[in-house]
């Protein structure tokens, strides 16, 4: 282990079984008091602070306000391809109105997943 003296600032090692008895400096012979552990090196990166809550909250309103977007969209779809659906019947208007509701169902089921994946 190592130790630094305080009266003279010279650095010496001991052997671990001297940790925490009193010594001489090897250099300035004043008393040291050896340390019972190794000192702990700083560490190399530093720690990451977590984001402020003001950048939180605006990052989570956009988000939300993406999310009802689509939700929106998502009606609209369900809307416009029910309604071509009614008008259309069996023809192919009625057919493009059931590609457009299962498109307008699959993205509001996406969009609900989402919302909760973000807002838990």
Known sequence: MNATCPH?????SFPDPYAGRESKCPHCQQPVTLPRFAPVAPLATPIQTAPQPQQVHVVIELTSKKLKMQKL??????????ALMWVGSLSEVGLVGVVITVAGAL??????????WNHG
């Open 73 to 82: 969209i998502s009606i609209f779809l369900l809307i416009g391809g029910l």
């Open 107 to 116: 993205l509001g089921i996406a969009t609900q997943v989402s919302t909760w």
């Open 8 to 12: 003279c600032s010279v650095d010496f």
